[in-house]
């Protein structure tokens, strides 16, 4: 079955750490997204892609950086610099970058600094 | 911030219908009405969209105004396993960005009672 997958499921993240999220999808997908969520809150646009090779900075990047080398592939990596990585990580993709046809989104990744 | 407004929790008895209201008073003619819903520590689900018409899938019953400045998602027998977060979303076209996005609310948070 298509989807997408987030991977790790828990991730634990020293201080002064960079930390790599994965996100992978096979549902052929042209736009890919990435979210925060902190409790009780709704989601937050870190950054977003409509294309390989190409990716915008969404509400919230600073501290986060992303790259987009292949469709299938937008992994996050939150470096020493976000001071509240903290969260829970969603990552989303949809076919088409008017976003009417829906976003597709994988099981997230909870970020813990310890 | 987002184009919609939802109430920030509802609860319903289990079995009885549950009717989840949202305003989006400055929707273009072009925009779909997404629903989507949030179990605890998952990503969000796609639940229904429409454009004009009601909507019906195995999930859900969309009803949406005549003038389409609000809508109304409907779950015919509310289970235990449908309590979650409930999001309302219209896609945004934020100036500078280039592109639509969705923005995210804080959502309906629906308890169902036993």
């Known amino acids: 079955d298509g989807g997408i997958t987030q991977s790790p499921k828990y991730l634990f993240r020293k201080e002064g750490q960079n930390v790599t999220l994965s996100c992978e999808q096979n549902l052929n997908h042209d736009a890919m997204y990435w979210y925060r969520q902190d409790p009780g809150q709704g989601l937050r646009l870190i950054y977003y892609?409509?294309?390989?090779?190409?990716?915008q900075k969404g509400d919230i990047a600073e501290g986060y950086s992303v790259s987009r080398e292949k469709k299938e592939s937008f992994p996050l990596t939150v470096t020493s610099a976000q001071k509240n990585p903290t969260a829970f990580y969603l990552c989303?993709?949809?076919?088409?970058?008017?976003?009417?046809?829906?976003?597709?989104f994988g099981s997230g990744t909870r970020l813990t600094v310890v | 911030d987002a184009k919609t407004t939802q109430p920030n929790s509802m609860e319903s008895n289990e079995e009885e219908p549950v009717h989840l209201p949202c305003n989006h008073s400055?929707?273009?003619?072009?925009?779909?009405i997404h629903w989507y819903r949030q179990l605890p520590s998952q990503g969000p689900e796609y639940v229904i969209h429409?454009?004009?018409?009601?909507v019906n899938n195995r999930m859900a019953s969309l009803a949406i105004a005549e003038d389409r400045k609000s809508s109304t998602l409907i779950l015919h027998r509310a289970t235990l396993r449908d309590a979650a977060v409930y999001y309302c979303?219209?896609?945004?076209?934020?100036w500078g960005s280039g592109t639509y996005k969705y923005i995210f609310g804080t959502g309906t948070r629906l308890k169902v009672l036993a």
């Open positions: 400055t929707i273009s003619g072009t925009d779909y």
């Open positions: 892609s409509q294309i390989v090779n190409d990716f």
């Open positions: 989303a993709s949809s076919i088409g970058t008017d976003a009417n046809y829906g976003y597709t």
């Open positions: 429409g454009l004009t018409s009601n």
């Open positions: 979303i219209l896609r945004d076209f934020p």
